[in-house]
Structures are given as C-alpha cells and as structure tokens.
C-alpha cells in the first residue's frame, strides 16, 4: 500500500511508535494491510511492491522487539 505514487516505499507505521501493547497492535494492523495490498495489487507481485513487503517485514521484527522492550522496562523485577 504506497503512501503515494511518487514514493512507493513510505510505510504507513513505524516501530519508533511502539510504546505499549495498543499501539503496537496499531502498527500491525496498518503493516500487515499494507503487505496485504502490496501482495493483492495487480496478477503478480512487482519488483517495486517485493521491496514494500521486505520494508514493511522488516519494520513488524523491529516492532515486535520494540514491544518487549517496552514490557521489559514496565515489568517489575522480582
């Protein structure tokens, strides 16, 4: 799902806006939306949407290690 024409590797979310459990739910829904319609655009994915896709993956790991970090630091230590 390209931001726009010009650029089509922007993507909708960041993991910078990992903080908590709902925004990083947040993030998800609009990567995956976005990996879905690059993957739906068009009889084949394009070179240009792989790319997307690849950014977009990369971003959910990024994420996702940012969202541990997050329970790590509000988790009391015993």
Same mark, same amino acid.
Do not use: W, Y
């Given at each position: 799902?390209?931001?726009?024409?010009?650029?089509?590797?922007?993507?909708?979310? *960041? @993991?910078?806006?990992? =903080?908590?459990?709902?925004?990083? /739910?947040?993030?998800?829904?609009?990567? %995956?939306?976005?990996? &879905? !319609?690059?993957?739906?655009?068009?009889?084949?994915? *394009? @070179?240009?949407?792989? =790319?997307?896709?690849?950014?977009? /993956?990369?971003?959910?790991?990024?994420? %996702?290690?940012?969202? &541990? !970090?997050?329970?790590?630091?509000?988790?009391?230590?015993?």
């Amino acid at each position: 799902m390209p931001a726009s024409q010009s650029d089509p590797h922007t993507l909708p979310a *960041s @993991a910078k806006e990992v =903080k908590d459990l709902d925004s990083f /739910m947040l993030v998800m829904n609009k990567l %995956t939306i976005c990996v &879905n !319609t690059a993957i739906s655009e068009g009889k084949s994915v *394009s @070179a240009a949407n792989k =790319k997307l896709i690849n950014l977009a /993956m990369e971003e959910i790991r990024r994420s %996702t290690r940012n969202l &541990n !970090t997050a329970i790590a630091s509000t988790t009391p230590s015993a």
